[in-house]
């Protein structure tokens, strides 16, 4: 036997290496979002599953983004195949695979990120009113803050100050790993102090009926949607509504991007519109210059 087949016969198949980098990824990397990479990977091992790692082709790669394609936006397609693409490269690392990356080589479908739904007031009030009871304060919640999915699921009482009206996201639960404060209007203030009396010894804010910690709304959300005619919208679409009524509402960008946790502030300058901003500089200068003409020939 050669070299490369003693090297082949270590090569273990998608399937086996799949469960080594999502033990890995929840138990050594403690990684907040190993469950979700184990549901991305789901589509490949139906696939691919039998295969070993050096069998999984650029053509295996190609295949997989049509067929996949058929049921899901570009965007999750993309999720699977970096999620692949890094278990890959890590199985590289670790002497278990050998040769190019057919991820990388291919690489991944274009994505227009810039297509976000923002909601309109009625829309809203048809959102709540199709949502069950659970999810319509986690609903009021996202449109007030601007907070993430899994910064609403992931709130605990102790992360909110009530007196002082405000909620701290911590490092652990926010994207940009950086803790956050954010204010609480007088809306929202008043639902937080009506799910506190529901609960007063509960460890997190938003529980399921049964008096449980809410871990998906996945469900829950889609069937809203659906009973409200909102086909396509997602959860994070909310986040985009609250950055758009700020801006419109003429808060300043950067408080509405500390608000929003972003880490780069062009990532919150997509929600202005710079013609609109344009001429209101420029109407300032001129209202600035007729309070000055008048004083001058007063």
Not at 79 to 108: C, E, Q, T, Y
Not at 135 to 156: D, H, V
Not at 280 to 286: C, D, F, I, K, V
Request: charged share 25%.
């Amino acid at each position: 036997m050669g070299r490369l087949d003693i090297l082949e016969s270590y090569i273990p198949t998608l399937q086996e290496f799949s469960t080594e980098y999502i033990n890995h990824a929840r138990d050594v990397k403690q990684k907040r979002s190993w469950k979700r990479d184990a549901q991305l990977l789901q589509p490949l091992l139906k696939l691919y599953k039998s295969k070993k790692l050096s069998d999984i082709t650029t053509k295996d790669i190609e295949d997989f983004k049509l067929s996949r394609l058929q049921q899901v936006r570009p965007a999750t397609v993309n999720r699977s195949l970096a999620v692949l693409r890094h278990l890959l490269n890590m199985a590289k690392r670790w002497k278990k695979f050998f040769g190019d990356n057919p991820v990388s080589i291919v690489g991944l479908l274009e994505e227009n990120n810039q297509i976000e739904r923002i909601l309109t007031p009625e829309e809203e009030k048809t959102l709540i009113e199709a949502s069950i009871s659970y999810l319509r304060p986690i609903i009021n919640t996202a449109l007030n803050t601007g907070m993430r999915k899994g910064e609403i699921l992931s709130l605990k009482w102790a992360d909110v100050d009530l007196t002082n009206s405000y909620i701290i996201i911590n490092q652990t639960n926010s994207k940009s790993k950086k803790q956050r404060k954010i204010p609480v209007n007088s809306f929202l203030k008043k639902l937080l102090i009506e799910l506190k009396l529901k609960s007063p010894q509960g460890e997190y804010v938003f529980l399921d009926n049964k008096g449980q910690k809410i871990n998906t709304i996945r469900t829950a959300y889609t069937a809203a949607c659906r009973r409200a005619n909102l086909i396509g919208l997602r959860f994070h679409d909310l986040r985009h509504t609250t950055a758009t009524r700020m801006v419109e509402s003429g808060a300043n960008i950067v408080v509405i991007s500390k608000i929003l946790g972003h880490s780069d502030i062009k990532t919150t300058m997509r929600y202005t519109h710079p013609e609109d901003s344009l001429k209101e500089a420029l109407e300032s200068l001129g209202n600035f210059g007729n309070f000055t003409t008048k004083i001058a020939t007063n």
